[in-house]
């Protein structure tokens, strides 16, 4: 990109966050990272406390805060994104997505930069359409166990565009399907590592439903590799971001162990209310406009996240 640039990264000690400053660090100008550690981990994040174009302030986004250096680009990752940390924290998980997200707009108004949201597939709801398009508007009950989340993120993208047709803000949204990998919360309650972990130690794996629901798993790096592009794009858009394979669930939970040699045996509990029956995206736009195309099997990913949580968690 030539120019080294700035960076303000919100939620940026967590999972998805700890990877992009690895990513950003060395082209970066400086890195203002900023979370308040309810779901993000600064062992995350420690490792860059030596780079001098690193910085951290423990802070909520939900609250305002006025930076005296030079920003390029607004990077909203907050978010409490795992089902029991958003089940957890209900009220602040709606307010990162609608204050916190208005404050990391007005950070991006004030310093002319470029903004970048970090939204999910989980606006689409329980899809009633395969694969989802970005024109699809979604199937989500307001009043659902899930609605916290969901709804914070369709906010959020609401306050994204109305900042760009009022104030002529450039900012684009990556609408990110299950990703996995590295530094992920053990006990978040998603649903790769909850294999992982309890195959490794050869418990019972959970299924709820019968397990023939479906999800698209993408891996960090392809992820990564996806919202780097979505946040350098020139003009203000919308995108999915993720892996087009689609699997059962039940699929995952026999991969997981045969990968792990478990003796893991598996179990179906009631499916919980509201829980998509079908998550896969629909890439095209992604591809044709910013040449993404995720490269990493489900196979080896898992492989690679096995190996992180058996040297972390024995």
Not at 68 to 74: G, L, N, P, R
Not at 78 to 99: F, H, M
Not at 283 to 298: G, M
Request: aromatic letters at 10%.
């Amino acid at each position: 990109m030539g120019v080294k640039i700035n960076y303000l990264i919100t939620g940026g000690a967590g999972f998805i966050g700890s990877h992009l400053i690895g990513r950003l660090l060395d082209e970066s100008n400086q890195i203002i990272v900023i979370d308040n550690l309810i779901t993000g981990d600064s062992k995350n994040i420690d490792r860059y406390s030596e780079f001098s174009n690193f910085k951290f302030i423990k802070h909520d986004i939900q609250e305002s805060i006025y930076l005296d250096e030079k920003i390029d680009y607004v990077v909203h990752l907050a978010s409490c994104a795992s089902p029991k940390a958003y089940a957890k924290y209900p009220i602040n998980t709606l307010k990162s997505g609608s204050i916190g997200t208005i404050n990391a707009l007005g950070i991006s108004k004030h310093h002319n930069a470029k903004f970048f949201l970090a939204s999910t597939s989980e606006i689409y709801g329980d899809p009633e359409i395969s694969p989802q398009v970005e024109e699809y508007w979604g199937n989500v009950n307001t009043l659902g166990p899930r609605s916290m989340y969901d709804e914070s993120k369709r906010f959020a993208e609401s306050a994204t565009y109305s900042y760009i047709v009022t104030h002529n803000l450039i900012g684009n949204i990556a609408r990110i399907f299950n990703t996995y990998g590295p530094n992920m919360q053990i006990d978040d309650g998603r649903v790769v590592t909850n294999f992982i972990y309890q195959a490794l130690r050869g418990q019972e794996i959970t299924i709820y439903g019968n397990g023939l629901q479906t999800r698209s798993f993408s891996y960090i790096d392809d992820t990564l590799n996806g919202i780097l592009k979505v946040i350098h794009n020139e003009e203000s858009d919308v995108f999915n971001i993720g892996n087009d394979n689609e699997v059962t669930i039940k699929y995952l939970a026999e991969k997981i162990i045969e990968l792990t040699n478990s003796n893991s045996k598996i179990v179906y509990h009631d499916l919980p209310v509201n829980d998509p029956k079908q998550r896969k995206p629909d890439l095209t736009k992604a591809k044709e406009i910013l040449n993404y195309q995720p490269k990493t099997s489900l196979e080896d990913g898992l492989k690679f996240t096995i190996d992180w949580i058996s040297a972390n968690y024995k």
